[in-house]
């Protein structure tokens, strides 16, 4: 009887077996390639809050593993290790905290390489240099929240409530020099408003801006104007375009308010809470003489809830 049979059919047998192998091993891989991806990550309960501010935030093209796995093998095996904690945490019905966590600066110098000697930008001077190399301060320190919130919360900027940790006496009353970081006091208008800087220069920064000095009170707005410019707030005579400029904007966070079809009626019309003396503002009653109808049947027209 010949073996040629018999070999082949163990021949078979082998090929099954390494095909099956081969399968499972391009399995396993594949699996363990999907739990670094963005979607995997975004799956989990406790990290959803964090991942919608991500996906809506300015690095959105910057995935997970970008910023969160240490490169080659041994970030490889630390990655598993942590899904797998975070796994056994879901399971349990707890979620995992990720405030404590914080990303080295070699993830963020990958893509910001020249930011160990940025001086800043030509609005407010933060020279890196003495932050990072100089007293050794992470980025994380002052750019956290900038990438995503954590444990739900939004995403934060670089405002002065970092700052105030080391330069307290910065922001006191009394002491306030905002002329350290803010170098350019030439700003003439915002995307909303007039504000030449020059021509109140001979006020200080805290004049306006109180509510960014600590120990004093209130915040830039209407009555921080009025004190020098009463007349324009005038009832019976007000010049908002004085100041505010773009008013053709079709809606805010919360109203859909075309302003560029209303505004032929006057600003006082609507707003007459900021006018001298004051009226009880924009309300249902304000919209009521025009669109009387809308409170009847549709509140959508400008509620977008």
């Known amino acids: 009887m010949s073996s040629r049979p018999v070999l082949f059919k163990r021949g078979i047998s082998q090929g099954l077996v390494l095909l099956v192998l081969l399968v499972a091993i391009g399995g396993v891989v594949a699996a363990a390639a999907y739990t670094e991806t963005d979607k995997y990550c975004s799956s989990c309960h406790s990290m959803k ?17 970008e910023c969160h796995m240490e490169p080659g093998f041994t970030g490889w095996l630390a990655n598993r290790f942590s899904i797998a904690r975070m796994r056994k945490a879901e399971k349990a019905g707890g979620a995992t905290s990720f405030a404590g966590i914080q990303v080295d600066d070699g993830f963020c110098t990958r ?4 930011a160990a000697n940025s001086g800043g930008t030509e609005e407010v001077a933060v020279p890196h240099s003495i932050h990072s190399a100089g007293l050794g301060i992470a980025c ?8 995503h919130g954590a444990d739900g919360e939004p995403m934060t900027a670089i405002s002065h409530d970092k700052c105030t940790t080391c330069h307290e006496d910065w922001f006191a009353e009394g002491t306030a020099d905002c002329a350290k970081c803010h170098v350019k006091s030439t700003v003439t208008a915002t995307d909303r408003l007039l504000i030449p800087h020059e021509t109140h220069n001979f006020l200080g920064c805290q004049d306006c801006h109180a509510e960014y000095v600590a120990g004093a009170s209130g915040e830039i707005g209407h009555a921080t104007c009025v004190t020098c410019h009463e007349g324009w707030f005038d009832a019976a005579g007000p ?5 505010h400029i773009g008013l053709d904007f079709q809606e805010t966070a919360e109203l859909r308010i075309p302003h560029g079809s209303h505004i032929a009626f006057g600003c006082g019309s609507c707003h007459t809470d900021r006018l001298v003396p004051a009226g ?23 509620h977008k809830w």
């Open 49 to 65: 809050p964090s991942a919608e501010t991500w996906a809506n935030g300015s690095h959105a093209d910057t995935g997970c593993a």
């Open 111 to 114: 893509c910001h390489a020249g």
């Open 140 to 147: 994380y320190d002052c750019h956290e929240g900038v990438v």
């Open 239 to 243: 010049s908002c375009e004085s100041c």
């Open 280 to 302: 009880g503002g924009l309300s249902h009653a304000s919209c009521e003489g025009c669109h009387g109808d809308w409170f009847e049947v549709d509140c959508l027209n400008c």
